[in-house]
C-alpha cells in the first residue's frame, strides 16, 4: 500500500523504507499510510505527489537542527557535489552546531548529522562529498520558500533589484553565478537577514556599494568567497551580529575596513587574498575561533595580536612566534612555521603541558582530514628528541602523542632511538636523512649490550626516500615488533641491505608484521633480496611486492628455505617487478607451491631474467649433480592468477618446466621475450572457448606462431584472443 502511495517511483520508495526503518510496531505503520494518502488528496501528478512524500520524510527528521542542516544543502547549486568538511563547516557558521567545546566534537557532530541524512535517503554519498537528488532539492526549497531566496547557479549577470529583496528573508543565495553588476544605490530592506551567500557569483572588479550593507545589520554569515571585489565597503564594519566572515580566493581583495566593532565573529577566512598585507582590528575579536591567513598577502602578525585570541581553535598562517601561540590554550590545529628551533621547542613544551588531549598539526601541506596531531619538520641538521626527555638548543622537540611526521633533511640523525617510545605515531616519512643509517637498534654486525627499545606500536605507514647510509631499517638487537604496520615503501637508499639486520630481535611467538600487507623498493641499488627466510613467519599478511630499478636485486626471497614455514606467502597477491638487470629467476618452484592466492604477475626490463620458475631449492635438496628433469610432469596451480605480463626479458627461455593450471586468468601479455618458447599454462576449456580469458598480447604473428602452447588444437583454440 505504500508503494502505492509513493506512485511506484524508486526514489519515493527508497526514502519512505528509510525513514521506516527499524519500525516495527503496526500502528505506526498504519499512521504513516494515512499521513501519505492525506498528503496526496486532490489531483496531484507524480512530481508532486513524490515531493509531499519526501517532505513527510523530511518533517520526521530526529530534531530541528538536522532538519536545518538538511535545509542548508538546497542553498548550493542544483547538483553540486559538496565536501563533507565544507557543509560541517557552514553548518558550524550557521550556528546548527554549538555549544562544543573543541571543533573536533563539531565535526564528529556534523559528521553524524550527515550520515543521518545519507540513511534516510535526503541525501546521497559521493566519495567523501554529498549531493542532492533534484526532487529532493525542490522540496527543500519549497518547505524554506517564506523564509529565502535561492538563485543558485541561474547564471545571473546582475543582482536583483530591491523590490524583490522579501523583509522577512532569513536566507540569500547567489552562489556561482556571474554578477558583473551591483546597482549603486541597492540597499535591500531585509533586517532580518542572517545567511548571505555571493560566493563564486561576482565577476570583473565588482564594486560593492557602501549602501549594500547599511540595513543588514542581522547578518550573521557573509560569503564571498572567489569573488572578483577589490575592496569591501565600509559598512561592513557595523555588522556587529557577523559570526562568519569568508573571502577564501578573493585573488584582488587588497583592503578589508576596520573590523574592531565585529565582536560577535568567530570565523575569518582570507585564504588566498595575496594583495592584502592587513586586517585592522583583528587583535580585539575575542571570540575568534577560526583564522586562516594563509597564501594571503599577510605572512605573519604584529607581535602581541593573537594574544587576545584566546578562544582561537584553528589558526592557519605563513609564520609564528613561539612566545605568541603559547597563550592560545584552546588552539586544535596550527598550520604554521616558526622562525627557528628555540621558537619551535618553546611551543612544543607548551603542548607538553597542556595535555594528552591537546590536538595540533604543524604542516606545510593541508590534508582533507584537519584532525590529525602531524608534523611536518623541513631543512634541520637538528637531533629529533621527544618532548619531555633531555633536550638543548641542538635538538627539535617533537610532542609525545603525534600522529603524523614527516621529516625531511634532517641531517642531524643517525638513528631514531632518542626520538623515545611514540605511542600514537601512525606514519612516518623520512626525506633526505643523509646520515640515517637504521631507525632503530645497532647498525655493525657486531652486537652489542644495549637493547633498543620498541618505538611506535601503532604506525600504519612508513616511508624512507633518499636515505643515502641507510643500511636496515631495524638493526642488531632492536626488538622488531609493529602489530599495525601496513605499508613499508623505501626508495633511492643506495646502501640498504635489508628491512631487518640478522641480528633483529622478533617477537615470539607472535608475527612482527601481522598485518603487513605491502613493501615497495626502489632504486635501492645494493639490495640484494626483498625479504629474507627467516622473515617470513613474520609476514602472515603479506600481499603486494613491488621491486623497481634495483640493480643488484636477485630474488624475493633471500636463502629461500627448503621447506616454507605454514602458511608463509600464502595471502600474497601481485608481484611488480621491473628495471632488476641482476634478477635471474622470480620465484622457486618451492615458493610457487604456496601461492595458492597470486592474482597478477609483472615482470618488465630485466635483462638476465632466465626463467620465471626455477628449481633452485630442489637442486639443494638432491645434490647439483641431479637435473630437474622431474619437476617438467609437474602439474601446480595458481588458481586465482589474473593477469601474467612478461615484458622485455630478452634472456627469457621457459616460464616453468611443468604446467600451472590458470582456472581465472584473463590476460597474458608476453612482450619482446625472443627466447621464449614453451608456455606451460593451461587453461579450462569450455564449449571449445576459454570462459575467463580476454586477451593474450604479443609482438606480432610472428612471435605467436613461435610459441609452443600445448597441442595444435589448444592453440587454434587460442588464436581468437590474440592481439598484437
Not at 48 to 70: G, M
Not at 92 to 113: A, F, S, V
Not at 660 to 673: A, E, P, R
Request: glycine share 6%; charged share 25%.
Amino acid at each position: 500500500l505504500i508503494v502505492e502511495e509513493c506512485a511506484g517511483l524508486p526514489l519515493g520508495i527508497i526514502t519512505m523504507a528509510r525513514t521506516m526503518r527499524g519500525v516495527s510496531d503496526l500502528f505506526e505503520w498504519k499512521d504513516i499510510l494515512e499521513r501519505l494518502k492525506e498528503s496526496n488528496m486532490g489531483q496531484m501528478d507524480m512530481e508532486k505527489k513524490v515531493l509531499a512524500n519526501l517532505k513527510l520524510s523530511y518533517s520526521r527528521l530526529s530534531n530541528h537542527e538536522v532538519q536545518q542542516c538538511f535545509l542548508c544543502c538546497a542553498l548550493y547549486p542544483e547538483d553540486r557535489l559538496i565536501h563533507k568538511f565544507e557543509l560541517i563547516e557552514f553548518f558550524i557558521d550557521e550556528g546548527l552546531i554549538d555549544g562544543l567545546d573543541k571543533r573536533e566534537k563539531c565535526y564528529d557532530r556534523g559528521l553524524t548529522i550527515l550520515n543521518k541524512l545519507e540513511n534516510v535517503c535526503l541525501l546521497e554519498n559521493d566519495r567523501g562529498m554529498v549531493k542532492m537528488h533534484d526532487l529532493i532539492r525542490d522540496m527543500a526549497l519549497h518547505v524554506m520558500s517564506a523564509t529565502s531566496m535561492v538563485k543558485a547557479g541561474k547564471g545571473l549577470t546582475r543582482l536583483l533589484s530591491e523590490e524583490c529583496w522579501m523583509d522577512g528573508v532569513e536566507k540569500v543565495s547567489f552562489m556561482e553565478n556571474y554578477i558583473r553588476v551591483i546597482p549603486s544605490n541597492l540597499s535591500p530592506n531585509c533586517h532580518k537577514l542572517a545567511t548571505l551567500l555571493l560566493n563564486g557569483s561576482l565577476w570583473g572588479n565588482v564594486l560593492i556599494p557602501n549602501s549594500f550593507f547599511k540595513r543588514l545589520e542581522g547578518l550573521k554569515v557573509l560569503n564571498l568567497s572567489g569573488c572578483g571585489i577589490r575592496e569591501l565597503p565600509n559598512s561592513i564594519s557595523d555588522l556587529v551580529n557577523l559570526r562568519a566572515l569568508l573571502l577564501r580566493e578573493c585573488r584582488e581583495l587588497c583592503r578589508i575596513p576596520y573590523l574592531g566593532k565585529l565582536s560577535s565573529l568567530r570565523k575569518l577566512d582570507v585564504h588566498g587574498c595575496r594583495y592584502l598585507k592587513a586586517v585592522e582590528g583583528l587583535e580585539t575579536l575575542v571570540n575568534l575561533r577560526y583564522l586562516d591567513l594563509s597564501k594571503s598577502g599577510i605572512e605573519r602578525l604584529v607581535e602581541g595580536n593573537l594574544a587576545g585570541l584566546a578562544n582561537l581553535q584553528y589558526l592557519k598562517i605563513v609564520e609564528v612566534k613561539g612566545e605568541d601561540v603559547t597563550k592560545l590554550w584552546a588552539l586544535e590545529t596550527l598550520d604554521s612555521s616558526f622562525q627557528n628551533v628555540i621558537d619551535f621547542n618553546k611551543y612544543m613544551r607548551f603542548l607538553q603541558q597542556s595535555g594528552p588531549h591537546h590536538y595540533f598539526q604543524l604542516v606545510v601541506n593541508q590534508e582533507k582530514s584537519l584532525w590529525f596531531r602531524k608534523m611536518y619538520i623541513d631543512c634541520c641538521n637538528y637531533a629529533i628528541v621527544r618532548a619531555g626527555g633531555e633536550s638543548n638548543e641542538d635538538c627539535i622537540l617533537i610532542a609525545p602523542d603525534v600522529q603524523r611526521l614527516v621529516g625531511r633533511k634532517c641531517g642531524g640523525m643517525t638513528n631514531l632511538s632518542n626520538i623515545g617510545r611514540l605511542e600514537s605515531l601512525k606514519l612516518l616519512m623520512m626525506e633526505e636523512w643523509v646520515n640515517l643509517q637504521v631507525l632503530c637498534g645497532g647498525v655493525d654486525e657486531v652486537i652489542d649490550n644495549h637493547d633498543f627499545p620498541l618505538l611506535f606500536p601503532s604506525l600504519k605507514m612508513l616511508t624512507v626516500d633518499r636515505c643515502p647510509k641507510l643500511k636496515y631499517l631495524f638493526g642488531n638487537r632492536s626488538k622488531v615488533t609493529l602489530p599495525h604496520l601496513r605499508q613499508i615503501v623505501i626508495k633511492n637508499c643506495e646502501e640498504l641491505q635489508g628491512i631487518t639486520a640478522a641480528g633483529a630481535i622478533f617477537a615470539t611467538p607472535l608475527p612482527a608484521f601481522p598485518n603487513l600487507e605491502k613493501i615497495v623498493i626502489e632504486r635501492c641499488a645494493n639490495m640484494k633480496s626483498v625479504v629474507e627466510s627467516e622473515l617470513l613467519p613474520h609476514l602472515p599478511n603479506l600481499r603486494d611486492v613491488t621491486v623497481q630499478h634495483c640493480e643488484k636485486m636477485e630474488e624475493i626471497i633471500g636463502r629461500a628455505p627448503q621447506a616454507m614455514p605454514p602458511g608463509a606467502l600464502s595471502l600474497l597477491t601481485y608481484l611488480w617487478i621491473e628495471r632488476c638487470p641482476n634478477m635471474q629467476k622470480l620465484l622457486t618452484h618451492e615458493l610457487l607451491l604456496h601461492l595458492p592466492n597470486i592474482q597478477g604477475i609483472l615482470v618488465h626490463d630485466c635483462k638476465r631474467m632466465e626463467e620465471i620458475i626455477g628449481c633452485e631449492g630442489q637442486r639443494r635438496q638432491l645434490g647439483d649433480e641431479v637435473s630437474c628433469k622431474n619437476i617438467s610432469t609437474t602439474h601446480s596451480s595458481l588458481p586465482k592468477l589474473n593477469f601474467l605480463n612478461l615484458i622485455t626479458l630478452p634472456e627469457l627461455e621457459g616460464i616453468y618446466d611443468g604446467t600451472i593450471n590458470c582456472d581465472s586468468i584473463q590476460n597474458i601479455g608476453l612482450l619482446d621475450c625472443p627466447k621464449l618458447k614453451r608456455i606451460p599454462l593451461h587453461l579450462p576449456i569450455l564449449n571449445n572457448s576459454f570462459p575467463s580469458l580476454r586477451e593474450i598480447v604479443v609482438d606480432d604473428e610472428e612471435s605467436w606462431e613461435s610459441l609452443e602452447w600445448g597441442p595444435p588444437p589448444v592453440k587454434s583454440l587460442l588464436r581468437p584472443f590474440v592481439v598484437f
